[in-house]
């Protein structure tokens, strides 16, 4: 049985600025293995984020291919994709990206294919928030919004967790806790996760650091 989740083989991505184009990844070859915890580093515009952006579907490559569990995802409709997104793939962001009129139950019941309150409140509980459900996020610290989009990140029971700079926002003792509960979710329940981070003391939680530079992996 194949043990890769993901896999790029000679990903360039090129974007076009006006009448110049920018090669935001140069050849990359990653392979992310099943119940690995990757955060990936580097300066601004290093590709990180193209890179995590071609992991979720939300962009595909120039050249090259990315395999998704095993299949090239140019092979896949633009349905299938967004059903592979929304079924396999959970989503953790820096500006935790809540919906204000909902609470955060109602945040984390968003995704989900099945509108499934008791999970909801499992899963705030396992984020440690069960006395949250009912709050609203201008009624929650930063850190205990960033635990509700990790929430509402597990809801389909994804494969992969991809997280964009997930403590961006947050000061340092509760990078650190967010840090801690994402290390929880790759050891206890062997969540695959691949993080883009500034921050090194949050790149140690991870099994292997990736730093990128100019589009390129450097080591």
Do not use: C
């Not at 990140?153 to 994804?158: E, I």
């Amino acid at each position: 049985m194949n043990n890769d989740v993901l896999e790029f083989n000679e990903v360039w991505k090129t974007y076009r600025m006006g009448s110049e184009d920018i090669q935001a990844l140069r050849g990359v070859s990653l392979t992310v293995n099943s119940s690995s915890f990757i955060a990936i580093m580097g300066p601004s515009g290093s590709g990180k984020s193209t890179l995590l952006h071609l992991a979720g579907i939300l962009d595909t490559p120039t050249k090259g291919t990315v395999l998704l569990n095993g299949k090239n995802i140019k092979e896949y409709s633009q349905d299938e994709q967004a059903n592979l997104r929304r079924a396999n793939i959970g989503f953790v962001f820096q500006r935790f990206n809540l919906m204000p009129q909902l609470t955060a139950l109602e945040n984390v019941m968003l995704p989900m294919i099945s509108q499934d309150s008791g999970k909801a409140k499992k899963l705030l509980d396992k984020v440690g928030l069960s006395d949250k459900y009912n709050r609203y996020h201008t009624q929650l610290s930063g850190g205990e919004q960033q635990r509700v989009s990790i929430a509402r990140a597990l809801a389909n029971d994804p494969s992969l967790l991809l997280a964009d700079e997930p403590t961006g926002e947050l000061d340092t003792e509760n990078a650190m806790i967010i840090m801690e509960l994402l290390q929880e979710l790759n050891q206890n329940d062997g969540l695959t996760i691949v993080g883009v981070t500034h921050n090194p003391l949050s790149a140690k939680y991870a099994d292997e650091v990736i730093t990128m530079q100019d589009g390129n992996i450097i080591s």
